[in-house]
């Protein structure tokens, strides 16, 4: 039986940007890829803080930092529809926020009492210093939602969490558009909990 559906933040809840910022202004975006997926890694395990990240970012791509402090994050837009659809769902269903983000970085997305008041359950990576797609923090969240993985669906953009949430015992919908996620959420959940 489902009893609560997790999503994940960039990507999904808000329309990321970072990755448009590397593909726009880094011209060797496609040799550097492997480093500035590793950096970004490190600063939402909470191993560097954001001003870290754009300073290493700027020393990669050559990029002058107030550049990079500047745009690196973008315009972050809420995904207001599949918000709005989340709250209607907590009628029926716990449910969770499981984001990749450093520490003290999502209150500039969701504040502390946001989160509170739209989910049930809120874990941020850089919090616990593990990171999806480690099974473990999937587990985690289930657990801060009092539920088991087994009793939970994951929304998220990128297919290799998809996979972690899948090795937690969860099942994963992979982020396309509203429509097709909400579409896929009343399949599951119809033919879960019949």
Not at 2 to 28: A, M, Q, T, W
Not at 113 to 126: C, M, N, P, T, Y
Not at 149 to 168: K, R
């Amino acid at each position: 039986m489902i009893r609560g559906i997790i999503f994940d933040c960039f990507g999904v809840l808000y329309i990321d940007p970072s990755r448009h910022f590397y593909e726009s202004h880094v011209k060797n975006y496609e040799e550097l890829r492997p480093q500035l997926a590793s950096l970004d890694k490190a600063a939402d395990y909470g191993f560097m803080t954001q001003k870290e990240l754009n300073e290493a970012v700027s020393d990669l791509t050559g990029l002058e930092l107030p550049f990079v402090s500047k745009h690196i994050k973008g315009i972050h837009q809420r995904n207001e529809m599949l918000l709005d659809y989340t709250q209607e769902l907590r009628r029926r269903y716990k449910v969770g926020l499981l984001s990749n983000i450093g520490p003290g970085s999502m209150d500039a997305f969701f504040n502390k009492e946001e989160r509170d008041a739209l989910f049930d359950a809120a874990v941020l990576s850089g919090e616990e210093h593990m990171t999806k797609p480690d099974p473990h923090i999937f587990e985690l969240t289930a657990e801060r939602m009092g539920l088991q993985p087994g009793e939970c669906i994951m929304i998220d953009d990128v297919e290799e969490n998809c996979a972690g949430a899948d090795a937690a015992g969860m099942i994963p919908i992979l982020y396309q558009s509203n429509a097709q996620v909400e579409a896929e959420i009343t399949r599951i959940t119809e033919e879960r909990n019949a």
